[in-house]
């Protein structure tokens, strides 16, 4: 029994002997962090010479007497087994611990490449950093990340070594109209872990006299690092000098015709404590330089059913050039009219425009500008009509929404009465009727009876008055239809320019008081009110009168203009 006690004991003790000599490394916790880039896991079979056995990670000076070195702007660098290069990648790799995933700070497109060399052959490491010497790494030969140690780290990116691992070593890009534009000199340094400023020895791509396309004075250059001063001077192919000054008024420049040009920027990025490059740099190039396109939006805030006007305050401008786009669903083509020496374009926003707002992009002579106009909801009532006869209905046939076929009856007769181009005014606006207003703008209306239902929302004002009585004109303009069709009964249109168009219908077609082209002010008398078409009957009699505003064929709300709807 003594015996096999003594045996237990002893074989107690190997275990704990045997287990002793494993060393358990933790990984640090990794939230937050990518993972190992894919390219690791496709990088093929590595067939050189390995450190010896369990030195996956520690590479000694016996087993690299020399280090070839790229780094991550392709340059190289060679150390021999005295080199201060060679101390401090080795000295990385001691007491090296696993990472299973690389650090959050590092980017993994960027690296230092070391190849080895030594008795044992060649074998190549990675090394990759950031500014925080604790959040270094390396692959080893083997393939396995490991955290440098951080003190080697550091005493690297002190070194005169470690350009490649700042990022903002690399000089500052300039875009123009989508064009890179070298620049024709430049010196550039970038702070170092010490805080200390070093000059970039890496050689810069050099350019000048890039030829751009067109180009307006309103046009602004893209840099990946935002200068702190930015000038410019234009003179054109005689030499003579246009403008000479800060960047920021270039736009105020006078040119009435485009005009060949050379321009020279010279850009200043200045020291700072919170900067971590500082540089000069002076970029030339020459392009067709345009009358600059300034536009203004009349408003930033607005509501579905609204009218906005955008304005280019360049009359020089060539409108060929401009274009306007927006973030709304339904597109229209926006166009621009001469205004009292400046053009104007208007903006309607439809009614079921949603979302917090919409973004408006100009784009001239290669220029982008963008608008934001927050957008506020709105709510409307729904109404029930019911004073409508069911042989009206049959015969009207019910529909979601009339509209949409009422304008393309009519579209191509209304276009062959006006190009839009003259601008009668967009103030002074007023109702078409004195009268109550049945329904409104944006109001869901439904036309109901036992059998037959038709349910729309309103584009238009309906006003219920007295038989005979008089319809006006809601803004001065120039009379583009004059008729009747199955859903209005009597119908006139108004152009008031720029593409707005006024509406008027269920008049006496016996009691037209206008004619196509005649023009008209605010309160001009247009007709009667009185006709056919899907409308209120009372004991017999038709009653209500509409009226309406559109831009595009997009409804407007004509209340907006005049003031809020009752």
Known sequence: MKKQIILAFVAVLLLTVMLSGCVTTDVPETTGVNPTPTETAETPEDTSIKPPEGKDNYIDSYYAQSVVIKDPYGRSIDGDKDSEILKLLLDMTKNAKPSVYLGFAVDASKYYEAEFDGPAGKVTYRFYFSADPAECYFRSGGGKYYYSN??????????????????TSSYPEMVVVDTIVNPKSITWEYKKLNGEYAEVQMKPTLGGGEKLSELSATFKPKFSVEPTKLSA???DKEGNVLYEGVFEELCYITIKNPVEVDITLNAVWEKAEDKDCA??????????????????????????????????????????????????????????????????????????????G??????????????????????????????????????????SNPYPKIFA???????????????????????????????????????SLDTTKTQYTAYDYAYVGTVYDNVTAVAPGRVVY?????????????????????????????HFKVTVGQEVVAGTNLGRNGGGGLTEVYNGTRISVHSALTVYDVPIDLGLLVGAAS
């Open 150 to 167: 951080a003190k080697a780290s550091e005493e690297f990116l002190k070194s005169e070594y470690s350009e490649g691992a700042y990022f």
């Open 233 to 235: 001077k234009v003179t």
């Open 279 to 356: 540089g000069a740099a002076e970029y030339f190039f020459s392009a067709t330089m345009t009358p600059s396109a300034t536009f203004t939006i009349s408003k930033t805030e607005a509501v579905p059913g609204e009218l906005l006007i955008l304005t280019c305050t360049n009359p020089e401008v060539d409108l060929s050039k401009i274009s306007v786009t927006s973030s709304l669903k339904e597109q229209y083509e926006v166009k621009f009219f001469a205004d009292k020496g400046v053009y104007r374009a208007l903006l309607p926003i439809p009614l079921n425009a949603t979302g917090k």
């Open 358 to 399: 919409i973004t408006y992009t100009v784009k001239a002579y290669g220029d982008q500008i963008e608008f934001f106009v927050s957008l506020e909801a709105r709510t409307f009532p729904a109404k029930k009509i019911t004073r409508v006869t069911e042989e009206l209905l049959k015969e009207i046939g019910a529909v």
């Open 409 to 447: 009856e009519i579209k191509d007769e209304i276009y062959s009465n006006t190009t839009f181009a003259r601008i009668y005014g967009l103030e002074n606006f007023s109702w078409a009727y004195n009268a109550t207003k049945r329904i409104n703008f944006g109001d869901l209306v439904t036309y």
């Open 482 to 510: 004059v008729g009747t069709t199955e859903y209005t009964g009597g119908l006139i249109v108004i152009d008031h320019g720029m593409g707005l168009l006024s509406w008027y219908w269920n008049l006496s077609d016996s």
